[in-house]
């Protein structure tokens, strides 16, 4: 292992540079528990968690809430790689809780669930949570999808961090998937993301000078009791030195591989981009109030937002940003082996889970038949069904 600067806590030591591939890729999909009579959520992760670990073993984790369950991908050198192994983890999810009476879904909110039913997972760390957030734990399960990327020096790491700040919006704006809380339209694309704002330690973070200022940042808090390791800091993007990695967290789980792969590979061509050229605008890295403002645009407008750009003073559409941004980031992707799976993006742009789940709500047995749709595409085999407006009604 190797340290930044003499007395670094032992958290804080990235791995040897020689033990992280640059690029390599590992995702996280959190994942809803449903009980098929009415497509509602199952707080069943106690009676789940020992068959999904014992046919998926390290690959499944529980979650805060009893309905959520997180499958993690191993480290993969490309997204194809990790797009078909995080089918085959789907698949045998579903394989395994079907002779138990329960289905699987993946999206950023269930649309009907409420707060009184929740129930908190009986692990060690998420009673701590709820502990120390009481019936801020409670609140509606919220379901994400998160991006390791592996940057073997920390200091690049935290350059590809302070970057990544400018380009959350964006990628919140592509992934929004949760229209819905409680039953109600919410008349945002992402509801998600102001139900997980409810907990402290979130949102986009402040730039760091280096890794060394990120670290004594961190490790005051840990000295102070604030919270027991570093992973209990949320931020949408974040270090992760035990990994040698920078996860990216801020965006909404996908309904089918296809548009996690998307994600993904853009994810992936970005930090490449950043790290090898640079191509944020300096100004928004470095003004917190409108990535903050843009947070908010994109979590309620999705792709239909105009977000900041402060060196332009004006608001410009996210659509226009994103065709600058893979302009950039194709030849990135080209070079990782991610490019058939980047240009999958634009048909998401058109076509976001948000929308996709209003029009289907519009139809048929509205929620309970949405909730139902989405589980029956939880496991498609990457390739065969992605998002398209031609779609858009008729796709579940």
Same mark, same amino acid.
């Given at each position: 292992?190797?340290?930044?600067?003499?007395?670094?806590?032992?958290?804080?030591?990235?791995?040897? +540079?020689?033990?992280?591939?640059?690029?390599?890729?590992?995702?996280?999909?959190?994942?809803?528990?449903?009980?098929?009579? %009415?497509?509602?959520?199952?707080?069943?992760?106690?009676?789940?968690?020992?068959?999904?670990?014992?046919?998926?073993? #390290?690959?499944?984790?529980?979650?805060?809430?009893?309905?959520?369950?997180?499958?993690?991908?191993?480290?993969?050198?490309?997204? !194809?790689?990790?797009?078909?192994? &995080?089918?085959?983890?789907?698949?045998?999810?579903?394989?395994?809780?079907?002779?138990?009476?329960?289905?699987?879904?993946?999206? $950023?909110?269930?649309?009907?669930?409420?707060?009184?039913?929740?129930?908190?997972?009986?692990?060690?760390?998420?009673?701590?949570?709820? /502990?120390?957030?009481?019936?801020?734990?409670?609140?509606?399960?919220?379901?994400?999808?998160?991006?390791? #990327?592996?940057?073997?020096?920390?200091?690049?790491?935290?350059?590809?961090?302070?970057?990544?700040?400018?380009?959350?919006?964006? &990628?919140?704006?592509?992934?929004?998937?949760?229209?819905?809380?409680?039953?109600?339209?919410? $008349?945002?694309?992402?509801? @998600?993301?102001?139900?997980?704002?409810?907990?402290?330690?979130? /949102?986009?973070?402040?730039?760091?000078?280096?890794?060394?200022?990120?670290?004594?940042?961190? =490790?005051?808090?840990?000295?102070?009791?604030?919270?027991?390791?570093? *992973?209990?800091?949320?931020?949408?993007?974040?270090?992760?030195?035990?990994?040698?990695?920078?996860? #990216?967290?801020?965006?909404?789980?996908? *309904?089918?591989? %296809?548009?996690?792969?998307? &994600?993904?590979?853009?994810?992936?061509?970005?930090?490449?981009?950043?790290?090898?050229?640079?191509?944020?605008?300096?100004?928004?890295?470095?003004?917190?109030?409108?990535? =903050?403002?843009?947070?908010?645009?994109?979590?309620? =407008?999705?792709?239909?937002?105009?977000?900041?750009?402060?060196?332009?003073?004006?608001?410009?559409?996210?659509?226009?940003?994103?065709?600058?941004?893979?302009?950039?980031? $194709?030849?990135?992707? /080209?070079?990782?082996?991610?490019?058939?799976?980047?240009?999958?993006? /634009?048909?998401?742009?058109?076509?976001?889970?948000?929308?996709?789940?209003?029009?289907?709500?519009?139809?048929?047995?509205? &929620?309970? $038949?949405?909730?139902? +749709?989405?589980?029956?595409?939880?496991?498609?085999?990457?390739?065969?069904? @992605? !998002?398209?407006?031609?779609?858009?009604?008729?796709?579940?």
């Amino acid at each position: 292992m190797s340290a930044p600067a003499s007395g670094t806590k032992d958290w804080a030591l990235w791995p040897d +540079a020689a033990k992280v591939t640059p690029y390599t890729i590992g995702v996280e999909e959190e994942v809803m528990l449903l009980s098929p009579r %009415d497509f509602s959520l199952a707080s069943e992760i106690d009676a789940v968690l020992e068959p999904l670990t014992k046919e998926l073993g #390290v690959h499944v984790t529980a979650e805060t809430h009893g309905s959520a369950i997180e499958l993690a991908t191993g480290i993969n050198a490309d997204v !194809p790689s990790a797009a078909a192994e &995080l089918t085959s983890m789907r698949r045998k999810t579903g394989q395994i809780l079907d002779p138990m009476g329960l289905r699987a879904a993946s999206a $950023g909110t269930h649309p009907s669930a409420v707060w009184s039913e929740t129930k908190v997972s009986s692990g060690e760390r998420y009673q701590f949570v709820y /502990g120390s957030m009481r019936e801020l734990a409670r609140r509606e399960p919220t379901f994400a999808v998160h991006v390791h #990327v592996g940057v073997p020096d920390p200091e690049n790491a935290i350059k590809l961090v302070n970057r990544l700040r400018a380009h959350a919006p964006l &990628l919140l704006a592509l992934s929004v998937n949760s229209p819905f809380w409680q039953g109600r339209d919410t $008349g945002l694309s992402s509801a @998600r993301t102001p139900l997980f704002q409810a907990f402290p330690r979130v /949102g986009i973070p402040r730039r760091f000078e280096d890794y060394a200022d990120y670290v004594e940042t961190v =490790d005051l808090l840990l000295r102070c009791e604030a919270f027991p390791e570093p *992973t209990f800091l949320w931020w949408d993007i974040r270090p992760q030195p035990r990994f040698g990695t920078v996860e #990216v967290r801020i965006m909404d789980a996908q *309904t089918t591989v %296809d548009e996690t792969a998307a &994600l993904v590979a853009l994810v992936q061509s970005i930090a490449k981009l950043e790290i090898e050229e640079g191509f944020a605008d300096d100004m928004l890295c470095g003004s917190p109030e409108v990535l =903050d403002e843009n947070r908010f645009l994109a979590a309620r =407008d999705g792709m239909h937002a105009r977000l900041i750009v402060p060196s332009a003073e004006r608001r410009v559409p996210a659509r226009e940003l994103l065709n600058d941004l893979l302009e950039a980031a $194709g030849p990135h992707a /080209g070079e990782l082996g991610c490019y058939e799976q980047l240009s999958w993006i /634009g048909e998401l742009a058109d076509s976001t889970g948000s929308v996709r789940q209003l029009a289907v709500s519009r139809e048929g047995d509205r &929620l309970e $038949g949405l909730v139902s +749709a989405m589980s029956d595409s939880f496991a498609v085999e990457p390739g065969s069904r @992605r !998002p398209s407006r031609l779609e858009i009604g008729s796709r579940y």
